[in-house]
């Protein structure tokens, strides 16, 4: 943390003598992106290797998704496998995310996230029994819904009454 603060101490003396500097580094500062753009489809074994390299699998491992058109390019294709199924006691490095750094991500990463359906467990019931208790839950509304239509629920009060007939206000001043 030392080391940052000296750093940026140090480019703050130094950038407005010379601005030149800010510009080289924000050119600098952009380029990591065109590292993360997946690269085209490979076509040979040698830019099968490249790319196996790349996403930090092994070459009998990688597998690139289908060239559709879609532009996913080189990214491998990962197994289908939301992060709930994933150990929760497993010592990660983003514990929050159930992931470790430089883990190849999904292709389809927010599909698969822990806030998203996943059917990686099998059901605890079969689904007929989800929706037995569905239709039946319904159909107890509906009757009881039915049942109670002629017993109109509403608040028993009686009309304001007043100590004396006629007018109560008037905006006439005194």
């Not at 290797?49 to 996403?55: D, F, I, L, S, T």
Request: proline share 10%; glycine share 6%.
């Amino acid at each position: 943390m030392a080391a940052l603060i000296k750093g940026l101490k140090f480019a703050s003396l130094v950038v407005p003598k010379n601005p030149a500097l800010l510009a080289l580094a924000a050119r600098q500062a952009h380029g990591w992106n065109k590292d993360f753009k997946p690269a085209p489809f490979p076509q040979t074994e040698k830019e099968r290797e490249a790319a196996a390299r790349k996403y930090g699998l092994h070459p009998s491992e990688y597998q690139p998704l289908a060239d559709d058109g879609t532009g996913i390019g080189d990214y491998p294709k990962l197994p289908d496998v939301p992060v709930e199924a994933r150990d929760p006691y497993y010592p990660y490095d983003f514990p929050e995310l159930k992931r470790n750094l430089h883990d190849t991500l999904h292709a389809e990463t927010p599909l698969w996230s822990e806030d998203r359906y996943g059917a990686a467990e099998p059901s605890r019931f079969p689904m007929r029994t989800y929706w037995l208790a569905f239709l039946g839950v319904m159909t107890g509304c509906f009757v009881f819904y039915y049942w109670l239509e002629d017993y109109k629920m509403f608040r028993p009060v009686l009309a304001k009454q007043y100590p004396r007939d006629g007018k109560h206000y008037t905006f006439d001043e005194k």
